[in-house]
């Protein structure tokens, strides 16, 4: 039932939307309208029975117009009907043609499906014009004439529809990449924590069976237990180990499309003044990247700056500046994120990356687990790159990456 009232205020919009129109012809019977722009958009932004709301939508607009042209000009509701059913059988045309192709592929080629579009249009068009002579007998321009107009027509029409729904899947898609990004990089992160958790794993293993051997030979007792303390942490790696490979089966996939390294920072900042709003904070946020190039470490770069200027947010008290700053040469590319928060002590700078310092605490005084720039600095390290802060009149993050590690091509 719902479906089917959606159906129907597709065709009732379908209809209105025929309404406003342009008659190319003096007292001809056809007349271009906003009808088709709107089913045809709805077609592609909804998952609707096709035919269906074809042949719904044909009747709604032949009993439509019909009472319409009676209650104006109070002609006859049957001739009324028969005029317009040519009108109805447009529509009925227009999404039969769309049922006889992969609508859902041919989405992902927008050229092909404006092409496509305007194709239909003119054979729409057709169906009605002949019709039109069929039943009315009437007195149109002559078919070549009626062609062209149907084929300018149909393109513009189309390539406008195809236009707005690129524009607006385009949008969606940046919309959903950002997202995806966030996750890959949280995850990314998770993964080399417990990597790292699973070297101490390894070592606590070792040690314990090496506890064993001591103990066997003296306390056959305490022995066991330390053998089965070991059997339990080997257990406890391997579920590390699971996880672990799943994550990096996440984390090391490749991205349909390349990434360049400006489509990275701009998700950064637009992620990151919606972070600040959030804050109810003011925050003017500047990018300076005069040089591209297509990074083959989108996930870990994202997981480096995001991190840092989310920092960066969160040491502002209620209003100032965060700048992310790029510099790319030869053998190295600089990363400088730059805030004029409440700044970095300077008794603190050789402590802030150490695991579990923090300067974070929530309102009940609970401190942060002081992980985010210990793994920052990991994923810099990894990167064969080095970090280091600045903290006077602003505090300055500055990140230095050897430029081979991180490029894929230089524009």
């Keep these: 039932m719902n479906l089917f009232l959606f159906i129907l205020l597709v ?25 088709s722009i709107i089913f045809f958009f709805v077609l592609l932004t909804r998952p609707l029975p096709i035919l269906s709301t074809g042949l719904l939508t044909g009747i709604v607009v032949i009993i439509s117009r019909s009472i319409l042209d009676f209650l104006i000009y109070g002609q006859d509701l049957a001739v009324q009907l028969l005029e ?11 999404a039969l043609c769309f049922k006889l192709i992969a609508l859902d592929e041919i989405k992902k080629q927008p050229f092909i499906l404006g092409l496509l579009g305007a194709l239909f249009e003119v054979v729409s068009n057709m169906v009605e014009y002949i019709l039109t002579e069929i039943l009315l007998a009437s007195d149109q321009e002559t078919l070549v004439i009626s062609f062209l107009l149907f084929s300018v027509v149909g393109l513009l029409r189309s390539f406008f529809v195809v236009g707005i729904y690129s524009i607006i899947t385009m949008s969606e898609q940046k919309k959903q990449l950002k997202q995806l990004m966030t996750i890959h990089s949280d995850l990314y992160v998770e993964a080399l924590y417990l990597q790292k958790t ?14 064993y051997k001591k103990l066997k030979t003296t306390e056959e007792k305490h022995a066991l237990e330390a053998l089965y303390i070991a059997q339990e942490i080997h257990e406890v790696k391997k579920d590390h180990e699971r996880i672990y490979a799943g994550l990096s089966k ?10 360049l390294l400006t489509d990275i920072l701009a998700f950064i900042v637009e992620a990151n003044e919606s972070y600040a709003k959030y804050l109810n904070k003011s925050i003017s946020f500047t990018l300076i990247c005069p040089e591209d190039f297509v990074t083959k470490k989108h996930i870990a770069l994202f997981a480096i700056l995001n991190n840092l200027v989310a920092n960066a947010v969160e040491a502002i008290e209620k209003s100032g500046f965060v700048t992310v700053s790029v510099t790319v040469e030869k053998e190295t590319t600089t990363f400088i994120v730059e805030d004029n928060g409440i700044g970095i002590e300077e008794s603190l700078i050789p402590v802030i990356f150490d695991p579990g310092y923090t300067s974070k605490f ?14 920052t600095k990991t994923i810099v390290e990894n990167l064969e790159g080095k970090i280091h802060i600045t903290s006077d009149t602003s505090t300055c993050f500055i990140v230095q990456i050897p430029s081979k590690n991180i490029q894929k091509e230089i524009f």
């Design 250 to 259: 996440i984390t090391n996939q490749n991205y349909p499309s390349k990434f």
């Design 84 to 94: 317009h059913i040519p009108a109805g059988f447009f529509y009925i045309t227009f």
């Design 198 to 211: 699973m070297n101490q794993i390894e070592q606590l293993t070792a040690n314990s069976y090496q506890l």
């Design 362 to 375: 929530n309102e009940q005084g609970q401190g942060s687990t002081g992980i985010g720039l210990s793994h």
């Design 11 to 35: 065709a009732c919009l379908t209809a209105i939307g025929s309404e406003i129109k342009f008659i190319p012809f003096e007292d001809g019977p056809f007349r271009f309208g906003l009808g």
